[in-house]
């Protein structure tokens, strides 16, 4: 079947530190991949998406590149800010037929202290 | 501005109550989902509509129920026979149904406490 496993948080970090969270998925066909971030009391909000191998999602200094031979998503920024203070989500949409069913990872909690 | 909307964002209950959480959309949206958020877990999704009129369940339909009689609208009621109602919901959709990698969009959530 299909599935998202995440690191584990909280993730700690100070300000301007590199960041990965570290994303593998399990599944069937080709599917997209995505990450969507939660702020405090919020729903959650596409961060970026990679739909082939290889393809190198980037929005707002995150960046996460689909590799298909670690079946791996990991999202990486080179400096986080306070404002960063999140959770984060890494997801997959099946393929063809899976009618935009996203399959989500337990998500990931960052915080950035100043 | 274009966007989901989903009322109350707080809603509080007795046990034994059925309740209805409001989404609307104005995007234009043919599909739209309702998720269920737990700490510490994903999301997990309980029913989703492609067209109006039709609506399948998801991986956790128990104690719920959803109607689709206009597009822009998709009401979530968690009726008493949900074991464990208390959690974050939210409604997502997204443009065109089948396409396999169009991203979902999010309301804000209701945050629903059954005591």
């Known amino acids: 079947g299909n599935s998202v496993t995440q690191m584990e948080g909280p993730v700690t970090l100070s300000e301007e530190a590199f960041l990965t969270i570290n994303c593998t998925y399990t599944?069937?066909?080709?599917?997209?991949l995505f990450w969507y971030v939660q702020y405090p009391g919020e729903g959650l909000q596409l961060l970026l998406k990679?739909?082939?191998?290889?393809d190198k999602g980037s929005n707002k200094g995150f960046e996460a590149t689909y590799r298909k031979e670690t079946t791996s998503f990991h999202l990486e920024k080179g400096s986080v800010q306070v404002s960063d203070s999140a959770v984060y989500f890494c997801?997959?949409?099946?393929?063809?037929?899976?009618?935009?069913?996203?399959?989500f990872g337990a998500g990931t909690r960052l915080a950035v202290h100043p | 501005d274009g966007g989901i909307t989903q009322s109350p964002k707080y809603l509080f209950r007795k046990e034994g109550q059925n309740v209805t959480l409001s989404c609307e959309q104005n995007?234009?949206?043919?599909?739209m989902y309702w998720y269920r958020q737990d700490p510490g877990q994903g999301l997990r999704l309980i029913y989703y509509?492609?067209?109006?009129?039709?609506?399948q369940k998801g991986d956790i339909a128990e104690g719920y129920s959803v109607s689709r009689e206009k597009k822009e609208s998709f009401p979530l009621t968690v009726t008493s026979a949900q074991k464990n109602p208390t959690a974050f919901y939210l409604c997502?959709?997204?443009?065109?149904?089948?396409?396999?990698?169009?991203?979902?969009?999010f309301g804000n959530g209701t945050r629903l406490t059954v005591t």
């Open positions: 990679a739909t082939k191998a290889d």
């Open positions: 995007l234009n949206h043919d599909a």
């Open positions: 997801a997959l949409m099946p393929g063809a037929g899976g009618y935009n069913k996203l399959i």
């Open positions: 599944a069937t066909g080709y599917p997209s």
């Open positions: 509509s492609q067209i109006v009129n039709d609506f």
């Open positions: 997502a959709s997204t443009p065109v149904s089948g396409l396999f990698n169009s991203p979902l969009h």
